[in-house]
């Protein structure tokens, strides 16, 4: 009996060990590294056009005086147009940026046309838009189109692209990344004698963003 009292009173004091235990504090310890800097990276193309012409300058004009770019002079121009005629320019599309990006959409914009805004003639501004077929492609090689269609529908806002090529980022000091995409804008053989004369001028616009998977 005695003995069983005797282990009774050390369960107790091992109990009241353990619970006082509960509020002790233990020894602890931290460590950090140096401060941490996070850069956005950054989605920026630029464009030029090809076929070994001066940088910049548009890709398609009527003379040489239109294609003309400073003291810089034009090599290729397209001659004055009428229905049935097509005519091919490329454009050189480089990654400035530093992400890896996938060109997705095509727009475009008619600026003037007889040399004034294009809503002061919006008949004259929709005929000619919707007479004219625009097909983008990649230079090197024709199956991959990224847009066929009307100007007109490229006038409303960004296109998605059929196709969606890759452009790696830009590392300095190499050249930046590039791919050359070809423009081929055809007049149609439907497009009446209100397009007689008239001279628009209109704008491309090539729309970049990142990809999923940066490299």
Known sequence: MKRKLFLAAILI?????LAGGATMAWFTSAASNAPNTFTAGTVSIAADRGLGEPLPGPMFYTTLAEGQVGPLPAFNPTGPWFPGMAVTRNL?????GTLQVRLHQVSAAIYSINGLPPDLNPA???AFAANMN???RMAA????VLYNGSLAALLTGPQAC????????WIPPAWPPMQQLAFEVTMSTAAGN???????????FVHAEQTANNP
Do not use: D, M, S
């Open 13 to 17: 004091l091992v109990l009241a060990a």
């Open 92 to 96: 050189e599309v480089r990654n400035i």
């Open 124 to 126: 004259l501004a929709a």
């Open 134 to 136: 625009v097909k983008v």
């Open 141 to 144: 090689n024709p199956l991959q």
């Open 162 to 169: 059929i196709f969606e090529p890759v452009i790696a980022p």
């Open 194 to 204: 209100i397009l007689q004369g008239v001279v628009p001028v209109v704008e491309f």
